[in-house]
């Protein structure tokens, strides 16, 4: 449904309006304090970032970058590059594989779902094909 909501918008003419006419310095996610790139707003879908920042810091949203969608939609408290930068992906994708799972990221149900699959008995025969009857 958020992706739907921001194709809208896209599709309205609702990418980048906002009030904000500064360019954006924006950080790639979880990089504090280091900024990766300087947005103009039109070029970012409209996203709570850009409405609700006060502090002059942006982030890009790790979701939007990895997978093209974010489930939060407008409501994303982080930057949505309308065409996100190779370096932005780049930052993103550097930073998965560096994570001990190799990025991908699990629900604990899942993992344990998981878990107990590999760790079930294997399946026994099949039952037994019924007798055939005496003369045939």
Do not use: M, Y
């Amino acid at each position: 449904p958020a992706a739907a909501v921001e194709a809208a918008a896209i599709a309205s003419g609702e990418p980048g309006t906002t009030a904000r006419t500064a360019p954006l310095p924006v950080q790639a996610p979880n990089a504090s304090g280091q900024v990766l790139e300087t947005l103009r707003p039109e070029e970012c879908l409209r996203t709570r970032a850009l409405e609700d920042n006060n502090t002059g810091t942006f982030t890009h949203c790790a979701h939007w970058l990895l997978k093209g969608s974010c489930h939060h939609g407008a409501a994303c408290k982080f930057v949505h590059a309308a065409l996100p930068s190779e370096l932005a992906r780049a930052a993103v994708a550097t930073r998965a594989k560096r994570r001990p799972d190799g990025g991908a990221s699990k629900s604990k149900i899942t993992a344990t779902l998981d878990h107990r699959t590999q760790d079930a008995p294997a399946p026994g025969p099949s039952a037994p094909e019924p007798p055939k009857p005496v003369g045939e």
